[in-house]
């Protein structure tokens, strides 16, 4: 059985598109490792990329060129200077000269050496090939980007094969989930952590846990603080700076944890509650529009949802919550994404929105319920809530940037969130007719049945039915 981590989920990268960005780079990276194995990278005169399907049709507006040459310059998305992307990619069309992996300078034409193919792949909607040109002859490797940042090769799952390892609790299905729960009296994060420990000590998955909730709510407080328009060409004001402004009270603080303390400090009404949420989604996702760096959960494009979930937990719901907290939420958000993963798709391109932000929707909804108290049953009922109310959902964004109706569908997506937690913590998980491996399944055969058109192609909805002049 396959084993997706936590870890795998929940990524560290660079905006504005896991499947279309973040995959890219990390396909780059990967035939970079190839070529080194085959003991060809310092032979090579020429790299031709080739993309394919909902890459090539949303590729510029995701900045998929951009990615494709960050990764195959060796820049890392985890540790790379925002602020130094622009003139990295600037310098490559100017002197048409790339460093591949920082090491071995060959000539590059960023009009010539990416092209853009809109024909499909069969394996998946996203592809990337890669060709590399030395002495008379040539290396050719296929890449696929499934979502959430995951690359694979044809017939690979792209999850981390760990055949030495054995599991205390394996898990594909929800209902597994449910049976460990039940005979070994353990919540949901309980079990994923016994999991996780496998892999790495309990120091390690602590502080990479804090690692990510921190890149969260420093991308909230940069939203937050951040007013402008966006990058790309539809002119979209940034809208988190001013609620963030109407709302945030005369408290002083000069950090991001010191922000969050403040804002227990204000007052708090029904509507508050909703601005706070929507003002923290919109930010993270107006800083994965312009190349920011996020957290992919289970995507860049659904980003906003679980940190705005979990800040409101943390900044309205308890005050008193500590890292216990911040790590379980997070535990149980990447457990359930994992099980959404394994049972159908977290790729907009092969699924549509309901992949993206109604995963991430799920995923927050059962980490807040358990937050909240909810038993493993009631957990497993808010995820089925969220996606239920998210099924069928297209893909379909403006000019092919993830920003029209990327970036609200995030606010939308954590308040149903919110919802879907409250309904299953003050239900009888027994009367439950839907369990969430029949949604799961029943989001895949939506997904199957989807027109092509709603799948991150922009080729429909919003995308063809509003021009450009109106933006």
């Known amino acids: 059985m396959e084993f997706i981590s936590v870890f795998d989920m929940l990524k560290i990268g660079v905006g504005p598109s896991s499947s279309h960005t973040l995959g890219p780079w990390r396909a780059a990276e990967k035939f970079l490792a190839e070529l080194k194995e085959e003991q060809l990278l310092k032979k090579i005169s ?22 494709v040459l960050l990764g195959l310059s060796g820049q890392d998305p985890e ?27 060959i000539g590059f034409s ?14 998946h909607a996203n592809a990337i ?20 940042g995951f690359v694979v090769k044809e017939n690979n799952t792209g999850a981390k094969k760990k055949e030495d390892k054995i599991f205390p609790f394996p898990i594909e299905k929800a209902d597994q989930l449910l049976e460990y729960c039940s005979s070994s009296n353990k919540k949901i994060s309980e079990i994923v952590f016994e999991n996780e420990k496998t892999l790495r000590s309990e120091e390690e998955i602590n502080k990479e846990l804090i690692r990510i909730w921190e890149t969260m709510l ?40 010191e922000w969050l303390q403040s804002i227990r400090k204000t007052k708090v009404t029904f509507r508050q509650i909703f601005k706070w949420v929507s003002c923290f989604a919109l930010a993270v996702n107006e800083v994965n529009a312009s190349l920011g760096r996020v957290v992919t959960a289970p995507t860049n494009g659904s ?10 937990y943390l900044v309205i719901e308890n005050h008193k919550a500590s890292d216990k907290h911040i790590k379980q939420f997070l535990l149980v958000a990447g457990e359930i994404g994992s099980i959404f993963k394994k049972g159908s798709t977290i790729s907009a391109a092969m699924g549509g929105c309901q992949a993206e932000i109604g995963v991430s929707s799920a995923m927050a909804a059962g980490a807040l319920c358990e937050l909240f ?32 109706p990327c970036i609200e569908r995030n606010a939308m997506g954590a308040i149903k969130a919110i919802n879907a937690a409250e309904l299953a913590r003050e239900t009888d998980a027994k009367n439950a007719i839907v369990p969430l491996d029949k949604v799961i399944a029943t989001m895949w055969e939506t997904a199957k049945d989807m027109n092509s058109k709603f799948k991150e192609t922009s080729e429909g909805g919003l995308a063809v039915a509003v021009n450009l002049p109106d933006c």
Do not use: W
């Open 129 to 148: 090939t890669f060709t590399a040109h030395y002495e008379n002859s040539t290396y050719q490797s296929t890449f696929y980007s499934i979502g959430g």
């Open 46 to 67: 020429r790299i031709k990329t080739d993309l394919y399907g909902s890459l090539s049709l949303t590729g510029k507006g995701h900045a998929t060129d951009f990615a």
């Open 303 to 312: 980003a906003g949802v679980i940190p705005a979930v979990l800040m409101y």
């Open 79 to 105: 540790t790379i200077a925002i602020e130094n992307i622009q003139s990295i990619v600037n310098k490559i069309k100017t002197e048409n000269k790339i460093s591949i992996a920082n090491e071995h300078s």
């Open 218 to 257: 420093e991308c909230m407080y940069i939203g937050c603080h951040t007013e402008g328009i966006l990058p790309g060409g539809l002119n979209v004001k940034r809208r988190a700076f001013d609620i963030h402004q109407n709302i945030k009270g005369d408290n002083k603080y000069s950090s991001p944890e």
């Open 110 to 123: 960023f009009e010539n050496d990416i092209v853009f193919n809109k024909n499909f792949l069969p394996f």
């Open 373 to 404: 108290g909810g038993t493993p049953e009631q957990v497993l009922m808010a995820a089925e809530i969220a996606m239920e109310h998210h099924l069928g959902l297209t893909c379909d964004p403006i000019k092919g940037l993830v920003q029209i």
